[in-house]
């Protein structure tokens, strides 16, 4: 059996520069370091890592440069970054000017190989705002990528999430323009395994455009899990973790990681017995 490919989704960073505590509570990058840590512990190794957006907490060049040391035990497996509404696209490229993947247009937008997987990668970020939304021409590239990559497994990466979360203040900044459009074109195209998506901080899964859309916890802080229409903006220090993402050669296999040291592995069965 071919070995399976496996792409790490990290999300939400928020990584402020050295001794600085997000929301003045919260100092995000020893969780990063678990985070990381974490990732280097699994059985399987990743072929490639995926960051969806807020890799920074308010995009300056002394929170990419602390976010680089972290990230710089990952060594040599591929690793690739998307802005979120906590970044600045000029400050990530200039800080990160190794990832040719940036690109120097006005938008944040790439389709790599992971093994067999397209990586496509979209930027949800509006300037100067935290909501998401998603142009004609960002689409439009979309479409063009969509359309070379027929015939192979996609997995579409983006900060925002294109659906309703139910957590109220957060859809108030989700993806406010191109969702429906993009659920439009994800339909026309079925080999579109997955929608990766950052941005609110809990793993959530939603049907969308005939595929899976999802988003991921945060290696800190998570928001809270309230669904009342006006519940209050706030966050909690639950359990964090990440996604793992499994292209076996038929279909993608996602799995919920917990980001940490926890006890075991301990064996199920004794001399072929079940343990009494």
């Given at each position: 059996?071919?070995?399976?490919?496996?792409?790490?989704?990290?999300?939400?960073?928020?990584?402020?520069?050295?001794?600085?505590?997000?929301?003045?509570?919260?100092?995000?990058?020893?969780?990063?370091?678990?985070?990381?840590?974490?990732?280097?512990?699994?059985?399987?190794?990743?072929?490639?890592?995926?960051?969806?957006?807020?890799?920074?907490?308010?995009?300056?060049?002394?929170?990419?440069?602390?976010?680089?040391?972290?990230?710089?035990?990952?060594?040599?497996?591929?690793?690739?970054?998307?802005?979120?509404?906590?970044?600045?696209?000029?400050?990530?490229?200039?800080?990160?000017?190794?990832?040719?993947?940036?690109?120097?247009?006005?938008?944040?937008?790439?389709?790599?190989?992971?093994?067999?997987?397209?990586?496509?990668?979209?930027?949800?970020?509006?300037?100067?705002?935290?909501?998401?939304?998603?142009?004609?021409?960002?689409?439009?590239?979309?479409?063009?990528?969509?359309?070379?990559?027929?015939?192979?497994?996609?997995?579409?990466?983006?900060?925002?999430?294109?659906?309703?979360?139910?957590?109220?203040?957060?859809?108030?900044?989700?993806?406010?323009?191109?969702?429906?459009?993009?659920?439009?074109?994800?339909?026309?195209?079925?080999?579109?395994?997955?929608?990766?998506?950052?941005h609110l901080h809990r793993a959530i899964d939603v049907r969308f455009g005939g595929t899976v859309a999802s988003t991921a916890p945060a290696p800190a802080h998570q928001v809270c899990l309230d669904?009342?229409?006006?519940?209050?903006?706030?966050?909690?220090?639950?359990?964090?973790?990440?996604?793992?993402?499994?292209?076996?050669?038929?279909?993608?296999?996602?799995?919920?990681?917990?980001?940490?040291?926890?006890?075991?592995?301990?064996?199920?069965?004794?001399?072929?017995?079940?343990?009494?």
């Amino acid at each position: 059996m071919t070995r399976p490919t496996f792409l790490v989704q990290l999300t939400d960073l928020h990584i402020r520069e050295p001794g600085r505590l997000a929301y003045g509570r919260i100092d995000t990058a020893p969780y990063l370091r678990e985070a990381v840590a974490s990732v280097l512990r699994l059985r399987q190794a990743p072929d490639a890592i995926v960051i969806t957006g807020d890799l920074s907490d308010f995009g300056r060049e002394a929170e990419y440069a602390h976010l680089a040391e972290l990230l710089a035990p990952l060594g040599a497996t591929p690793l690739y970054l998307l802005p979120g509404n906590h970044d600045e696209r000029v400050q990530l490229r200039r800080s990160f000017p190794m990832h040719t993947y940036l690109g120097d247009g006005e938008f944040v937008q790439f389709n790599v190989a992971v093994g067999p997987l397209r990586l496509i990668a979209l930027d949800t970020v509006t300037p100067g705002a935290s909501h998401g939304s998603l142009c004609s021409r960002r689409l439009d590239w979309l479409a063009r990528e969509l359309e070379a990559s027929r015939g192979q497994p996609v997995v579409i990466a983006m900060h925002h999430p294109p659906f309703r979360t139910l957590i109220g203040h957060m859809d108030d900044i989700g993806l406010l323009e191109g969702a429906a459009e993009l659920e439009a074109l994800v339909r026309q195209h079925p080999n579109v395994e997955r929608v990766i998506c950052g941005h609110l901080h809990r793993a959530i899964d939603v049907r969308f455009g005939g595929t899976v859309a999802s988003t991921a916890p945060a290696p800190a802080h998570q928001v809270c899990l309230d669904l009342a229409p006006d519940a209050p903006s706030a966050w909690t220090l639950e359990p964090p973790g990440f996604r793992v993402h499994a292209w076996d050669g038929q279909r993608l296999v996602t799995h919920l990681a917990a980001s940490g040291v926890f006890e075991g592995p301990y064996p199920f069965h004794d001399n072929g017995a079940l343990i009494d």
